[in-house]
């Protein structure tokens, strides 16, 4: 589905990521019809590269990618990233596929570490053999419920290693260090950016506990309560999507970013309790707040350092959380 103001957003990710270094360019992109695996078809088939999208649609939705399938630049493969084979050398390997919401992830376990320790191996030997450059995407997960916050790179987190969040972090981390070590034995080009909440258009609204923005949104405009998890004094940090994709793409792009780790997202930390009575405001909604029991290994505060994005690639997160906000409600509210 596009719309004016994925069309809008969609021209500010090209005039922010500029150059030429995807056009004529073959890029394969997981989890295609994700969220911001669809974002990343758009700007990628605008910047006129061949995109091959691989998907099992567990989470993904055709609709974010319709309007793509007559492009001839563009091709769906709807199979498991970890059963994926291809013959085509492609100069880009986007591995975005995975289950990010807990609501999903604590339902799929076994699935969601398999995308990420087999799917991700599958990537890396595709990689290698085509001499790809491979962009994956991790997650502020990877810190847990993080002592320093905001949170560095060089920070090694702290993750309960069996707690019902373990399947995702740890997923997450095994394949970082599965790709640091292809970087090293095998002089693979990897990157991987450690994605903090991202949200926009298409973020998917369904869901009990995961992706807060989305959810508080839907409940906000249908008149039902807004369900805050804990006291709500939890912070995150949300980056909206056109800031994330551009953050991507340079990433993918700047040979700076080979080997690096490296974090994306806004620095503006906002309480779940703030988030809910500013999607109240935005919307003029009279829906209630309403408190449940925090969930278990919830993480108390997450706000990225982005000091090492800027300094690799020369750009940070450009669009305030308020002009985000107002830009999803609308976008929320004019879908059909
Ligand atoms: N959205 C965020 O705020 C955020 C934050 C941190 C990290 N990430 C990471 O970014 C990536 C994209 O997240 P998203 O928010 O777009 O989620 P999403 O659920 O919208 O997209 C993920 C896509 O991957 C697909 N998928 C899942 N397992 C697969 C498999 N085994 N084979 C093929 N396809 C598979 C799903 O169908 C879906 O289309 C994920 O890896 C996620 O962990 C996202």
Not at 71 to 94: G, T
Not at 156 to 182: H, I, Q, T
Not at 296 to 305: H, L, V
Request: aromatic content about 8%; glycine content about 8%.
């Amino acid at each position: 589905m596009m719309d004016n103001i994925i069309s809008e957003d969609l021209e500010k990710t090209k005039n922010a990521v500029k150059g030429d270094a995807f056009a004529e360019k073959k890029a394969l992109v997981t989890g295609g019809a994700g969220f911001i695996g669809s974002w990343l078809c758009d700007a990628l088939v605008d910047f006129g590269a061949d995109v091959t999208a691989v998907d099992d649609l567990s989470t993904g939705r055709i609709k974010n990618i319709d309007h793509l399938t007559k492009n001839p630049r563009f091709k769906l493969v709807k199979s498991d990233v970890c059963m994926f084979e291809s013959k085509v050398k492609f100069d880009f390997i986007l591995h975005m596929a995975g289950h990010a919401s807990p609501d999903e992830y604590q339902v799929h376990p076994i699935e969601t570490l398999q995308t990420s320790a087999v799917g991700t191996e599958k990537m890396a030997e595709l990689a290698r053999k085509n001499d790809s450059t491979l962009l994956f995407a991790s997650t502020s997960e990877v810190y847990g419920d993080a002592e320093i916050v905001p949170t560095p790179e060089s920070y090694w987190g702290k993750v309960n290693p069996v707690g019902p969040r373990s399947c995702y972090d740890e997923g997450k981390r095994f394949a970082e260090a599965l790709l640091m070590a292809y970087g090293k034995q095998y002089g693979l080009d990897v990157r991987v950016p450690r994605i903090f909440n991202s949200y926009g258009p298409r973020l998917r609204e369904d869901g009990l506990y995961g992706r807060a923005m989305s959810r508080f949104i839907l409940q906000a405009t249908t008149n039902q309560p807004i369900t805050v998890y804990g006291d709500g004094k939890q912070t995150r940090s949300f980056c909206y999507i056109t800031d994330t994709v551009t953050g991507l793409m340079l990433l993918t792009t700047n040979s700076k970013a080979k080997g690096e780790v490296v974090n994306v997202g806004n620095t503006q930390e906002v309480s779940i309790l703030e988030l809910a009575k500013k999607v109240k405001e935005t919307t003029k909604c009279k829906s209630t707040i309403e408190f449940h029991p925090l969930p278990k290994d919830d993480p108390k505060r997450r706000c990225p350092d982005t000091n090492k994005l800027e300094r690799l690639v020369g750009w940070k997160p450009t669009v305030s959380f308020e002009e985000g906000l107002k830009r999803t409600v609308t976008w929320f509210s004019q879908k059909p």
